[in-house]
């Protein structure tokens, strides 16, 4: 692992957007969870797949990094999804939001046309080079249907404004090799954003983590990366057992991204954040799936694994 702390570093949660039943974005609701996730330690992430960034209309997203920057108070760092479907889409955002205390933007590729590793490569270079903001590269192949190589990454990671990679894609060699590459590099991070390595990269050398599990526990996840940081093998297993466990109350079982992130934000609603809403396309569950929800969740804060996070 690496013991020297870098200037990206730490469990980057990248937070649901709270919604109301009608699908409009709750920013006073995102303010508390932002609260709730800085005051455990993590660092928000906010308009991150998790946070179901590329339905959002511009004007609501602005208000959401708003009510974030206000719930921490300039009291640690706040990353912000800035990803378009085109180069001016993409810088526009972090533009919009280099005014309103954000630390970095976090990019990933867009998700239409298959590109060419020159056309990635050249993707990346003009939004590093015209951004206001700090520039975190984002590997996530299960939506953009890409796979970013390590070598491109490489050479991207001497730009002077790309500061770190978060990397989503479920594959041990390659989460082996990222750590190896960058885990001495100061002026490089490495964020593990596959729930089920949290520890495993830790140890491997990442600077970083992104665990969605981080919006319902932001303390266990923080704990988990803490114990794992110092060496505490036995604890941080024993942190990364019970994440694997909660994160089954919306991960896996046959459910699409979609119909997790509803189940999610149903678990936030019944912990005392939001009303579970969604953003279309994107649909909430329906009644009697929300009931199944209600009472798992009430049976984990009666067991002592949850615990409620607002009124």
């Known amino acids: 692992m ?6 990206y570093s730490g469990v980057a949660i990248p937070m649901a957007t ?3 039943r009608t699908g409009k974005v709750d920013a006073e609701t995102m303010g508390k969870l932002a609260q709730v996730i800085s005051q455990s330690g993590g660092i928000p992430f906010v308009l991150g797949t998790t946070g179901e960034a590329l339905s959002i209309p511009r004007n609501e997203a602005a208000q959401l990094v708003s009510s974030v920057r206000d719930a921490v108070h300039g009291n640690g760092p706040i990353y912000v999804g800035i990803s378009g479907i085109n180069p001016s889409d993409t810088l526009q ?12 933007g976090v990019v990933h590729l867009p998700y239409y046309y298959p590109l060419t590793n020159d056309q990635i490569l050249s993707y990346y270079e003009e939004i590093a080079s015209k951004s206001p903001i700090p520039v975190i590269l984002y590997n996530i192949p299960a939506t953009t249907k890409i796979s970013i190589p390590l070598e491109i990454i490489e050479t991207l990671s001497h730009h002077e404004n790309i500061v770190g990679l978060k990397d989503s894609e479920r594959d041990d060699e390659r989460l082996k090799e990222a750590c190896e590459r960058w885990r001495d590099r100061m002026d490089f ?6 729930g089920a390595k949290l520890v495993e990269g830790t140890h491997l050398g990442a600077d970083g983590l992104a665990p969605s599990t981080g919006n319902i526990v932001p303390k266990l996840c923080v704990d988990l990366f803490n114990a794992a940081v110092k060496g505490d093998q036995e604890l941080a297993t024993k942190h990364q057992e019970m994440h694997d466990k909660i994160s089954t109350l919306y991960q896996g079982a046959g459910r699409t991204l979609g119909q997790s992130l509803a189940t999610l934000k149903m678990i936030l609603k019944h912990l005392g954040l939001g009303e579970g809403g969604m953003i279309p396309p994107l649909t909430m569950l329906d009644a009697n799936e929300e009931e199944k929800v209600r009472i798992k969740v009430l049976e984990w804060i009666e067991a002592g694994h949850l615990e409620r996070l607002g009124d």
């Open 2 to 7: 690496n013991s020297t702390k870098k200037k």
């Open 18 to 20: 709270p919604a109301l």
């Open 93 to 104: 955002s972090a533009k919009d939001y280099a005014d309103k205390g954000v630390s970095a």
């Open 189 to 194: 991070s490495f964020f593990v954003g596959w």
